[in-house]
């Protein structure tokens, strides 16, 4: 089960990490206990169809103790100091393993994905807000409290607007370059032009999100491609800090907001190509995620699977 | 020997890492093979008082081969391609060691400094530029090409002014914080007030360096020490991105500018604490150096010790 700050996205994963069954979520704008029943919900429709599933992992947006699997803060979802393990065992009555949904989408990509064989890589899970995934040594880095990797929160503008949500900063990377930023600039450019397809949706009455304009932009609207590659250039910025301060071999781009694919990553390339150090911005790779949207998800049943056989795939 | 962008500093330290005899070189401003012979003329001179001297430990602002100790890039030095460590182990006729000049400070606070103990912890040197060290585990991080923790070039501000020397970047850190920046500010602001303390001394003809606001700043000069806050409110922008992004027990300022000490740590604390994501930013120390401007070189001389001795003090 991977939550998002919007969405959960749960799966029936099987020891060759197939997907045999998929279940879906919206889980915004939920208090605590009407959560807690929402996700309970979700995973016993998933058993319901695979009787014989050993094990729940989640990756949930926040900062959890490995050692107890409680969350001590959430940002994206209301979390904050409930012991998410216990909790979560006492209601499935099953194994439940749990970590931050970034640190399980980077396990993925590390032990199946993109950045296989990497000893040194990052990850950007762009959703709702962003999550980040570092890989220093071929290990999943935590930070001195497990509240590393908070990679959407680099400070990409110390004038931009305040961080959304909890964050107390200014400029973060997630303020221009998440799925809720990229919504908020889409709204912004369709009131500017209201005869682009973007401003014909507003007028329509539609919401006005990242996936929107991600796939009016497909479908060729200038202004969602100019607002996509606005926040690639931003995304770019990002990465010359990171590029230059850690020399990874590659950085994968995941989540939901990663659908955008080249019309993000070419700006945030050139951006990277032009203003980062030698030889790091030579040497790393921009990937997309090679489980896309589903590493979370994938990570979070490699946590369970973990829990109950002998590990298929070696770290 | 720890080499600069402007200065070698070099000593005899024995194993106890007792420093018995300094050397300094100006090195700015010369060519290649200038700054070699500079440099085995500093080694000379402490050799000749100290016959016994058995291994040179060098630290150098470049970008080193672990393997070879070969310099790929300097941006400080004339030392790019340079095969650093057989050149002057055939110059000097005795064991040689190199790494970035950062890394071996980091090693020197990691192995008997401030962070001494420490798994995770940043340090950034603050000098003619600002060079960065980081430890992940306990161990001192190079990137996935040696050329990881150039943490003086994380972006604080994408439409700052370039970044001087060969980085291609804009408002990188070294553009606000690093000696030089403090000087080039300090020269702007002497100029605006001429009667300050930094006005009368640029009137009288003085250069006005890092090291000169930093002394007219502790003798009270109120210009100066707004010109050391800018710095160091800068410096927290840098260490909202670095604290938020890897949760760090601790970050070492070290390097000659880090003689400022509170005039810049104090605003640069400030801006971590109103804009840091919790908990790091409630969890990180934030030290001066144990070794203050001279943990370059006590960390060469460590890499020297390695080669000669079973190391006396464990990592």
Redesign the interface.
């Known amino acids: 089960m991977d939550a998002g700050g919007t969405k959960l996205l749960g799966g029936v994963v099987d020891a060759d990490l197939v997907v045999h069954h998929r279940v879906h979520r919206r889980i915004h704008g939920l208090d605590q206990a009407e959560l807690v029943e929402k996700i309970v919900d979700a995973v016993e429709e998933a058993r319901s169809a695979a009787p014989d599933v050993a094990a729940v992992g989640f990756g949930i947006p926040a900062?959890v103790r490995p050692e107890t699997g409680s969350v001590?803060?959430s940002n994206h979802l209301p979390l904050d100091r409930v012991p998410f393990r216990a909790l979560m065992s006492e209601r499935l009555d099953m194994p439940v393993a749990v970590d931050n949904d970034t640190n399980v989408a980077m396990l993925a990509e590390h032990r199946a994905g993109a950045a296989r064989g990497a000893?040194?890589a990052l990850m950007l899970t762009l959703g709702t807000g962003i999550g980040?995934g570092?890989l220093?040594?071929g290990?999943v880095?935590?930070?001195?409290?497990?509240?590393?990797?908070?990679?959407g929160?680099?400070?990409?503008?110390?004038?931009g607007p305040e961080c959304p949500g909890d964050?107390?900063?200014?400029g973060?990377l997630e303020a221009f370059a998440s799925g809720n930023a990229i919504g908020r600039a889409g709204e912004e450019a369709a009131r500017r032009s209201p005869d682009s397809a973007l401003g014909k949706a507003l007028a329509q009455g539609r919401e006005v999100s990242g996936a929107l304009v991600t796939e009016l932009a497909h479908d060729g609207d200038e202004l969602a491609i100019e607002v996509l590659a606005e926040a690639g250039r931003w995304l770019g910025?990002g990465l010359?800090?990171?590029v230059?301060?850690?020399?990874?071999?590659l950085v994968v781009i995941g989540g939901g907001a990663s659908a955008a694919g080249e019309l993000m990553l070419a700006p945030a390339r050139e951006v990277l190509s032009?203003?980062?150090?030698?030889?790091?911005r030579e040497?790393v790779k921009l990937v997309t995620a090679h489980f896309g949207g589903e590493a979370g998800m994938i990570g979070a049943a490699l946590l369970a699977l973990d829990l109950t056989a002998p590990r298929k795939v070696p770290e």
């Open positions: 900062l001590m803060v000893e040194d980040g570092l220093f040594g290990e880095y935590r930070g001195s409290a497990g509240a590393g990797a908070e990679l929160h680099i400070v990409v503008d110390p004038n964050c107390p900063g200014r973060c910025v010359v800090t990171l230059n301060a850690l020399n990874p071999e032009e203003r980062g150090l030698p030889p790091n040497l």
